[in-house]
């Protein structure tokens, strides 16, 4: 009997083969002949492209001086005996600011009157002589010499005259000049002389900053005024109360940078500054800067393919997405800036990136409203896009 079974085990297990390479076939052909099903659309969250202007506020902080400052000094020199104002006092047109010893000039004054005086006589009694000359030559009882003479000496008498008059007038405005009055209204803002002092002509004694006009002073680096362009309205605030503000454009810039800070002295002229804004006062100026147009997408939307970043392009009408190559400007904590890559209209997914693969076919989940950050210097986002109906 065992051997018997022996014979037969061969052949058995041929059959066996034979039935499981039939049962293989049939099922390879029932495959080919099945329809392979649709694979799932994956779901993901989608945004619509847009594009922008990247703006950035450059801010810097600086001071409110005088537009105009005028520094007032005596005519002629002289002992500073009186100066009645200090730094911050509101002068008015005409005010005495200082006040010279004036004995010099009142005893030449004094000269002057006297001289004044002795030319008159000499204008009278060359008048006289000349009087009775011109009689005396119509008679015929006096002769051309001396009537020339009487003539010549009226004449130089009269010149003598005007002489002394001019000198009264010099002297009485030089005594006037020891007096130094303001020829505008204004606010002191230095004092560079103090009584008792002997001063030149032409050595300023305060310094007046004048009430028609404020600017806001700013140093500035060059590489800011490289990317300064046209005339915009620049926003001014005060330090500490940033409500107070006013608006102003760039009134003059030096022509030459700081030796110490390597820094241009920007001179801001201010439209309508409010009263608070007084001299000094620390200010902040704001600067818009916009940029030509730009992408910003989510942050949650870069990937990477390779060593570059890359974003999922949905395919609107085939509903799959394919990796596109970006060049990023710049990165904020929410937000990434595209400067080539992405036109607007286009939808890029924003969530759901990571399991995803060349031409997979995806759906478009509604869009979840949030209280998201606005950026004050980037434009917005994106949109999200309309989910397929």
């Known amino acids: 009997m065992m051997q018997l079974s022996k014979r037969l085990r061969p052949a058995d297990a041929s059959v066996v083969r034979s039935a499981a390479l039939a049962a293989l076939m049939l099922t390879l052909a029932a495959c080919q002949n099945e329809k392979a099903a649709p694979a799932e659309a994956r779901p993901v969250r989608v945004v619509t492209v847009e594009a922008g202007k990247l703006a950035n506020d450059i801010r810097l902080s600086g001071e409110i001086r005088a537009e105009k400052n005028v520094g007032l000094a005596f005519r002629i020199g002289g002992r500073v005996v009186e100066r009645p104002v200090n730094v911050g006092d509101?002068?008015?047109?005409?005010?005495?600011?200082?006040?010279?010893?004036?004995?010099?000039?009142?005893?030449?004054?004094?000269?002057?009157?006297?001289?004044?005086?002795?030319?008159?006589?000499?204008?009278?009694?060359?008048?006289?002589?000349?009087?009775?000359?011109?009689?005396?030559?119509?008679?015929?009882?006096?002769?051309?010499?001396?009537?020339?003479?009487?003539?010549?000496?009226?004449?130089?008498?009269?010149?003598?005259?005007?002489?002394?008059?001019?000198?009264?007038?010099?002297?009485?405005?030089?005594?006037?000049?020891?007096?130094?009055?303001?020829?505008?209204?204004?606010v002191v803002t230095a004092r560079n002389v103090e009584p008792g002092e002997v001063v030149q002509p032409g050595q300023v004694v305060v310094q007046l900053a004048r009430e028609d006009g404020r600017d806001a002073v700013f140093n500035v680096p060059a590489r800011l005024l490289e990317?300064?362009?046209?005339?915009?309205?620049?926003?001014?605030?005060?330090?500490?109360?940033?409500?107070?503000?006013?608006?102003?454009?760039?009134?003059?810039?030096?022509?030459?940078?700081?030796?110490?800070?390597?820094?241009?002295?920007?001179?801001?002229?201010?439209?309508?500054?409010?009263?608070a804004m007084r001299l000094g006062s620390t200010v902040v100026g704001t600067l818009e800067l916009t940029s030509d147009a730009v992408v910003s997408i989510p942050a949650s939307a870069l990937t990477q393919q390779g060593l570059s970043p890359a974003v999922w392009v949905v395919d609107p009408k085939q509903s799959t997405v394919s990796l596109r190559n970006v060049d990023i400007l710049r990165f904020d904590p929410d937000h990434v800036v595209i400067s080539q890559g992405l036109e607007p209209g286009e939808i890029i997914v924003s969530g759901g990136i990571q399991a995803l693969h060349l031409g997979q076919r995806v759906r478009q989940l509604p869009p979840v409203a949030h209280a998201g950050r606005t950026a004050a210097a980037l434009p917005p986002a994106g949109r999200p896009a309309a989910s397929p109906s």
């Open 227 to 275: 990317t300064q362009t046209g005339d915009g309205a620049i926003r001014v605030a005060l330090a500490d109360a940033p409500s107070v503000s006013a608006f102003g454009r760039v009134r003059e810039v030096a022509p030459q940078a700081d030796p110490v800070t390597r820094t241009f002295q920007v001179r801001v002229g201010l439209q309508d500054p409010p009263e």
């Open 90 to 186: 509101n002068i008015k047109a005409g005010q005495v600011i200082a006040r010279l010893a004036p004995t010099i000039e009142q005893n030449a004054l004094s000269a002057a009157k006297a001289a004044l005086e002795a030319a008159r006589g000499e204008v009278d009694t060359a008048r006289s002589t000349f009087v009775r000359q011109e009689r005396l030559m119509a008679q015929g009882f006096t002769t051309r010499p001396r009537f020339d003479q009487a003539l010549k000496a009226q004449e130089s008498a009269q010149a003598q005259l005007e002489n002394a008059e001019a000198q009264v007038e010099l002297a009485q405005d030089r005594l006037g000049f020891t007096e130094l009055r303001a020829a505008i209204a204004g």
